[in-house]
């Protein structure tokens, strides 16, 4: 299968707290991406980070990666009930436009 | 203005039957994509178009063929519908390996 693993598959946590998810990919990259989807609807962006990049900030968000393990760790920081949602990696192959997503984890952040 | 709009947003039917599934995008794109996500919430890709050329063909049953009349629109066509085409449909559209906009699925039951 070309898809990415993610774990865990399922995260649930108290607000305040960090959430911190893991994406594993099988192929060489252009970059990855991670996506939320809530409950129902469409995926939506969230951060691209490039091969030549190891780790990126936007706002609560840090993503982290490492190509020589071909993983990539997502962390939400002091999360919030809106954070509840599935989250996705996403990894464009190289020299592609083809883009892979994971298996997604489930977060839960009850109040 | 929605960026990226498919219709219907949910579509009940009969097995056997054919049906279409339209994707339009406004955001000036080249590429775009059909996405299927199943009850484990996995998401596979389909198709995919980049300036009205098909560059990637999963290996999904000949019954699905996407058609691109123009570069703002991808639509699916299912031929010979069977129970196990019941899944939640995402198109979505992306420029040049950079982040993908979805539409908000469309949720397909054959019954």
């Known amino acids: 299968s070309q898809q990415g693993e993610e774990d865990p598959q399922a995260l649930s946590i108290q607000e305040g707290e960090n959430a911190t998810m893991n994406c594993s990919y099988k192929?060489?990259?252009?970059?990855l991406q991670w996506y939320r989807q809530n409950s129902g609807r469409g995926l939506v962006h969230l951060i691209l980070?490039?091969?030549?990049?190891r780790e990126k900030h936007s706002g609560r968000l840090r993503v982290t990666l490492d190509t020589s393990k071909k993983s990539s760790s997502l962390l939400i920081t002091a999360s919030r009930a809106a954070d509840t949602a599935s989250y996705f990696c996403a990894t464009v192959r190289l020299n592609t436009d083809k883009l892979i997503f994971g298996t997604g984890t489930r977060l839960q952040v009850f109040p | 203005d929605t960026a990226v709009s498919q219709t219907p947003k949910y579509l009940v039917t009969q097995m056997g039957n054919d049906k279409s599934i339209k994707c339009e995008q406004n955001?000036?794109?080249?590429?775009m994509y059909w996405y299927k996500q199943d009850s484990k919430k996995f998401l596979k890709i389909m198709f995919s178009y980049n300036n009205k050329e098909l560059i990637i063909n999963e290996t999904v049953p000949n019954r699905f063929s996407p058609k691109s009349p123009d570069k703002a629109h991808l639509n699916l066509h299912i031929n010979s519908l069977e129970l196990g085409d019941s899944a939640v449909y995402f198109c979505?559209?992306?420029?040049?390996?950079?982040?993908?906009?979805f539409g908000q699925g469309t949720r397909l039951t054959v019954v």
């Open positions: 955001l000036g794109h080249d590429t």
């Open positions: 192929t060489s990259i252009n970059n």
């Open positions: 979505a559209s992306s420029q040049s390996e950079t982040e993908a906009f």
């Open positions: 980070i490039r091969s030549n990049e």
